[in-house]
């Protein structure tokens, strides 16, 4: 009697490992297209993407870069102050997208331009992205908005 026991117990562990493996495999394949990776344009120069690979992108909107094409198309520079990469984007922009202001896009390189499928802005006058407060920071250009005058 004692024998079954431990191998009934035996058996649940055994299954329970199975079953949390699995299931951490299905999440893990689930994830695997939704994971994008946020990079500065420095970090593009310096360590291209592959191919087709879907990444973020973050700086700021270079001044007297956008130009405004046929139908949606909208190109322009993104910058961390070191760095600018060309963006192509062809859709509707945020209400607050504009020249240096902070952005962020989702995409994959094509022919050295980033090629953008969503375009965000910052939400109000102050806001701007973690990421790319922090590409900012790296290149020392950043000046934090709360920190002046007083």
Same mark, same amino acid.
């Given at each position: ?6 191998? =009934? =117990?035996?058996? %649940? %562990?055994?299954?329970?490992?199975? @079953? ?5 495999? #299905?999440?893990?394949? @689930? ?25 973020? %992108?973050?700086? /700021? ?6 130009? =405004? ?26 209400? /607050? ?18 090629? @953008?499928?969503? %375009? #965000? ?14 590409? /900012? ?14």
């Amino acid at each position: 009697m004692k024998g079954l026991k431990k191998q =009934r =117990r035996i058996q %649940i %562990i055994a299954l329970a490992t199975v @079953a949390l493996i699995g299931a951490t495999a #299905l999440v893990g394949y @689930a994830m695997r297209d939704g994971i994008n990776f946020f990079r500065s344009p420095t970090q593009v120069v310096e360590d291209p993407p592959t191919a087709g690979e879907v990444f973020r %992108i973050g700086g /700021l909107v270079e001044e007297g870069s956008i130009v =405004r094409g046929q139908g949606e198309t909208v190109t322009f520079r993104v910058t961390d102050m070191n760095q600018s990469i060309p963006v192509a984007y062809t859709g509707v922009l945020p209400d /607050l997208f504009g020249e240096g202001e902070g952005m962020v896009g989702t995409g994959s390189m094509v022919d050295g331009t980033f090629q @953008a499928t969503e %375009i #965000l802005a910052r939400h109000d006058e102050t806001y701007m992205p973690a990421e790319v407060v922090d590409a /900012l920071k790296e290149q020392g250009v950043y000046v934090d908005p709360d920190a002046s005058g007083s």
